[in-house]
């Protein structure tokens, strides 16, 4: 089976959920001997990421391609890619690209629905990305949807979508992360006060500012920001006008040295008010923290009972009374073990099985028409 992955997402964002998952994928692809695969890299726009999978050995069955072009690639994912084969293949792009050959199989994957949401992008960028979205939902034959709540979202903006094969396929967790031993050494010169992380970008769907003023009114716990790119001079500004030197930031981290903040954190914050999956829930779960969040989005579907999920429209007091709360061991027990066993259920290896899986199912199907 000849299968093509792109790899324009790593041009796309330094970090992030996207990336984490086509990392994933194209790791496991490598290997897999089921398939001879092509992943097309746009090496005009190499970054970290990109470096790390470009690490991986070309072989009998898995094959690098460079493209190179002179469009800047906030152009270049716009335009449909045109290709000639002989042979049937299925092209799965990393964001929302296709081919236009009847020859090939696309495969998209729909992360969430931000943009139509109106809580991504405004302006001429959310319309230029919902245009795009549009077409090449159009033209594909296969769509995952990363949770139910994604394919709920996806079939309510898009009714069309109806008439495609969609397949629900949760993320994974990466097996970095992990309960460590009790007085396990700090290897890293991380943060030994108590503490609350809050891990991802800081757009207002993911409710900083609530953050911020959450631990305003509790002096005794500090705050430790993991990724979102560099502080923007208001965020800096409210941070130190609230609760002045308790705060740190991490603009990138390895997943070891996130694994231990998981583990010595009181707990993970995160009030999000729409996520598709929400990865950071899962990697905490993992590593044996706690988290607090509301019960917005895809959130109580992937966490299922675990954590602490607060309703929509929580107050300050209200997730004051929640961290407090973890101060309780038992309580805190519970919820650690309770979560540790919902995580066991998501797994990139299972991830790319059924991503695989579906690969030869839509390619089934169209050999047969």
């Not at 990865?279 to 706690?290: D, F, H, Q, R, T």
């Not at 961290?323 to 309780?328: K, V, W």
Request: net charge positive; charged share 25%.
């Amino acid at each position: 089976m000849k299968l093509e992955l792109d790899c324009i997402i790593f041009s796309l964002q330094k970090q992030g959920g996207i990336s984490i998952y086509w990392k994933e994928l194209i790791k496991r692809a490598s290997s897999d001997q089921r398939f001879t695969t092509d992943v097309t890299i746009y090496s005009n726009n190499a970054n970290a990421n990109l470096k790390e999978i470009v690490g991986i050995e070309d072989n009998d069955h898995f094959r690098k391609v460079y493209f190179y072009s002179l469009l800047p690639i906030n152009i270049l994912r716009f335009i449909p890619y045109f290709k000639k084969t002989e042979h049937q293949k299925l092209f799965h792009s990393s964001y929302l690209g296709y081919i236009l050959n009847r020859k090939i199989i696309n495969i998209i994957t729909v992360h969430d629905l931000g943009y139509e949401r109106n809580i991504s992008q405004k302006g001429f960028k959310r319309i230029i990305n919902l245009i795009f979205k549009y077409f090449a939902l159009k033209r594909v034959d296969g769509i995952i949807c990363i949770s139910e709540f994604t394919k709920k979202e996806l079939l309510k903006f898009y009714p069309f979508c109806k008439r495609k094969y969609i397949k629900i396929i949760y993320n994974g967790v990466g097996d970095e992360f992990f309960p460590l031993e009790k007085g396990s050494k700090n290897d890293h010169n991380l943060p030994s006060s108590k503490y609350v992380l809050f891990v991802g970008t800081r757009f207002p769907y993911k409710n900083f500012d609530l953050v911020v003023n959450i631990l305003e009114v509790m002096p005794d716990i500090n705050l430790v920001l993991v990724g979102g790119g560099k502080l923007k001079a208001h965020e800096h500004k409210k941070m130190v006008s609230k609760i002045r030197n308790r705060f740190m930031h991490y603009e990138s981290i390895s997943a070891i040295k996130l694994n231990e903040l998981y583990n010595r954190a009181h707990c993970l914050l995160y009030p999000s008010k729409y996520e598709g999956f929400g990865i950071p829930i899962v990697e905490a779960m993992k590593s044996g923290c706690p988290f607090i969040a509301l019960q917005n989005a895809s959130i109580p579907e992937i966490a299922q009972n675990a954590g602490i999920i607060l309703p929509k429209d929580a107050d300050i007091e209200t997730f004051v009374v929640s961290i407090r709360q973890l101060d309780i061991q038992e309580k805190r027990s519970s919820i650690i073990h309770e979560g540790i066993k919902v995580s066991a259920l998501y797994s990139w290896d299972k991830c790319y099985n059924e991503t695989s899986s579906f690969y030869k199912e839509i390619m089934s199907v169209k050999q047969e028409k």
